[in-house]
């Protein structure tokens, strides 16, 4: 009998210790996903990985639930949503769930939304008076030409505002080509914005990775030759850099204005100083660990295990 008790509280013991923790990620074999399932095991957490696709909702007033392949999620301490460009709406949607399950998300539906979408994230970095480059959108415009002379600097850089990897990002060398490009996407039905060239930043940005209310690594990415945009996954090279007093602010207010205790804020060296052109809601691990040799899956799990004891 005692023996009983003893191993049924040796068992509760470690069960309020360490937390059940839920990764969404589409693909388990992804280098970010398999990070954080090592660190998360490695601090003696319960991992799991859950396919977004695979989740079901049922929605009652007062009474939130989640299946996944038939089976009723229970007993999550926490999640850590990896949702991808493609599926941001189902992404969000499901975190929602979550978080209306009273479920610790490492990253709110709403900042998902708010990030995810270009000009919502410029629109709500530039409210709060964080530097962002000089940008313009149109969904529809009789005068294309009158509405691009409002930047007039050539080249100019147009984008969708669902890009990703800078696929949809563009130089347009002249205010014809700008034009062209415009009526484009706008007859594509894509949401384009078109920016200023930072033109001295030359193929080089910066990712700043900050967890809560640090950055914990920052890598510059050097494109490739003859290319402009210096994304990994168009043949960029990263290596570790040490961030200014004003990288860092630049980069922790940027996280904090949407909302994102996650993020990845990517920064250029304008000659007016840093400027951010985007904040990534789900940032890889792969290119930032390789660079730096940080352990950034550890930081975010030490992070979550702070916030779910809050
Ligand atoms: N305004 C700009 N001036 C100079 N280079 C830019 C500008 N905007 C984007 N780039 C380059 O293009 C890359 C991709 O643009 P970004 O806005 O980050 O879109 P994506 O989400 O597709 O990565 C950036 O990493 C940067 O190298
Ligand atoms: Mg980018």
């Given amino acids: 009998m005692l023996a009983f008790f003893i191993c049924t509280l040796l068992y509760l013991s470690q069960y309020f210790k360490e937390m059940n923790i839920l990764i969404l990620s589409r693909n388990p074999a992804l280098y970010s996903t398999q990070s954080l399932v090592r660190a998360g095991a490695s601090r003696g957490h319960f991992i799991q990985v859950y396919d977004h696709f695979y989740c079901d909702f049922y929605?009652?007033?007062?009474?939130?639930?989640i299946y996944h392949n038939g089976y009723q999620v229970n007993g999550i301490h926490a999640?850590?949503?990896?949702?991808?460009?493609?599926?941001?709406?189902?992404?969000?949607?499901?975190?929602?769930?979550?978080?209306?399950?009273?479920?610790?998300?490492s990253l709110s539906s709403d900042s998902l939304l708010k990030a995810r979408n270009k000009l919502s994230a410029l629109q709500i970095l530039a409210a709060s008076g964080i530097p962002v480059p000089k940008t313009i959108s149109t969904a529809y415009s009789e005068d294309l030409s009158g509405f691009l002379s409002l930047i007039d600097d050539y080249p100019l850089i147009i984008k969708l505002v669902n890009s990703t990897h800078g696929i949809g990002v563009v130089k347009a060398a002249t205010r014809t080509d700008a034009v062209a490009i415009m009526e484009a996407f706008i007859q594509m039905k894509g949401r384009a914005l078109a920016q200023e060239f930072i033109r001295e930043s030359?193929?080089?940005?910066?990712?700043?990775?900050v967890v809560g209310n640090k950055v914990v690594a920052s890598m510059e990415r050097r494109a490739q030759e003859g290319e402009f945009r210096s994304n990994l996954h168009r043949g960029a090279e990263a290596v570790s850099i040490e961030l200014t007093q004003e990288e860092i602010d630049i980069s922790l207010q940027s996280a904090k204005a949407l909302g994102l205790n996650i993020a990845g804020v990517d920064l250029l060296r304008s000659k007016h100083g840093p400027v951010v052109i985007e904040v990534n809601a789900s940032p890889g691990l792969e290119g930032i660990e390789g660079a730096t040799g940080v352990d950034v899956a550890m930081e975010i799990i030490k992070f979550l295990e702070k916030q779910v004891k809050e």
């Fill in 202 to 209: 030359e193929g080089i940005d910066i990712r700043s990775f």
């Fill in 79 to 105: 999640i850590i949503p990896r949702i991808g460009a493609s599926v941001t709406d189902l992404g969000s949607l499901l975190i929602r769930q979550f978080e209306s399950m009273g479920i610790y998300s």
């Fill in 59 to 65: 929605i009652e007033s007062g009474n939130m639930k």
